[in-house]
């Protein structure tokens, strides 16, 4: 039997009153690329923030590996270090180099000697193709440059598993490219990976299973081919239709009254 790197269970998240996962239950397998889709404000960003406790979730439980991390007393900086997180915004450090906002992480969390930690960084570095430019600072790169640093910072932590959460919304198109080419060769080199994004082309090439969320639930799940030419939830063949034909905006947000 496989041994999930991540077991979601009836994870529910709300702000104040406001339910927003709502009974979130699914598994992560070793180097498998899930892609979460759907509408704006449906819950997608806040449950990937669930998953690395960036939110503590109201209730329901997570285990990375063998071990519960939602479990009373668990370090949330011992959970983060084993799980990569790509945001939006790059949030590099802009008075370091390219070289230092990769080697910080490795020598200041985990404690590793500088010698071995600019090792690490230029491997990771040449992975997504910028140990050229080791010795720039951010203000020296491009938007897509910038979050191919990020990603390799994040890589430099050897996680067990990925999460990125829009990763390109902040890119100029020309420049996204460059970014999902890296996680294409990351999800080819067998990363685990979990990935909020409305990059539709990337998550029908990519991934190997799709969650569709709506209102903060998961409304269906499947493999990119079927996902996308045979949905089975009318909800998902709206959402589909929309992004495709552009016809109309997307529902957003808590359209429903919670239900228990
Ligand atoms: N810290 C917070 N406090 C209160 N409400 C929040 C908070 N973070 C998110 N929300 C609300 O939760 C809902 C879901 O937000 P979330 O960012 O998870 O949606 P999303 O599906 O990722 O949307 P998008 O695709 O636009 O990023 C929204 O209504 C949002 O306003």
């Known amino acids: 039997m496989i041994r999930p790197v991540l077991k979601i269970e009836n994870l529910h998240k709300s702000f104040g009153a406001t339910p927003v996962v709502r009974d979130v239950s699914f598994d992560v397998n070793p180097s498998e690329v899930i892609v979460i889709i759907g509408s704006s404000g449906t819950g997608k960003s806040t449950l990937l923030q669930c998953l690395n406790l960036l939110h503590r979730p109201t209730s329901g439980r997570i285990f990375l590996e063998d071990q519960e991390i939602t479990a009373s007393g668990m370090n949330e900086d011992t959970v983060r270090r084993q799980m990569g997180?790509?945001?939006?915004?790059?949030?590099?450090?802009?008075?370091?180099?390219?070289?230092?906002?990769?080697?910080?992480?490795?020598?200041?969390?985990?404690?590793?000697?500088?010698?071995?930690?600019?090792?690490?960084?230029?491997?990771?570095?040449?992975?997504?193709?910028?140990?050229?430019?080791?010795?720039?600072?951010?203000?020296?790169?491009?938007?897509?440059?910038?979050?191919?640093?990020?990603?390799?910072?994040?890589?430099?932590?050897?996680?067990?598993?990925?999460?990125?959460?829009?990763?390109?919304?902040?890119?100029?198109?020309?420049?996204?490219?460059?970014?999902?080419?890296?996680?294409?060769?990351?999800?080819?080199?067998?990363?685990?990976?979990i990935i909020v994004s409305h990059e539709m082309g990337f998550a029908r090439e990519a991934a190997d299973r799709v969650i569709f969320m709506e209102n903060g639930r998961i409304e269906e799940q499947g493999p990119p081919d079927r996902l996308f030419t045979r949905p089975e939830s009318e909800r998902t063949q709206k959402f589909l239709s929309i992004i495709t034909t552009g016809k109309a905006e997307p529902p957003s947000g808590n359209l429903e009254p919670d239900t228990p």
């Open 85 to 193: 997180m790509v945001f939006q915004e790059f949030n590099l450090f802009n008075h370091l180099t390219v070289l230092g906002n990769v080697t910080i992480g490795m020598t200041k969390v985990l404690g590793m000697p500088a010698k071995d930690a600019e090792k690490k960084a230029m491997t990771e570095l040449s992975r997504v193709g910028m140990a050229d430019h080791r010795h720039k600072y951010p203000s020296q790169l491009s938007g897509g440059q910038k979050q191919r640093v990020g990603i390799a910072r994040a890589l430099g932590m050897d996680p067990k598993v990925m999460l990125f959460d829009e990763p390109t919304s902040a890119l100029d198109p020309e420049l996204t490219g460059e970014v999902l080419a890296v996680m294409q060769k990351l999800a080819a080199e067998g990363m685990t990976m």
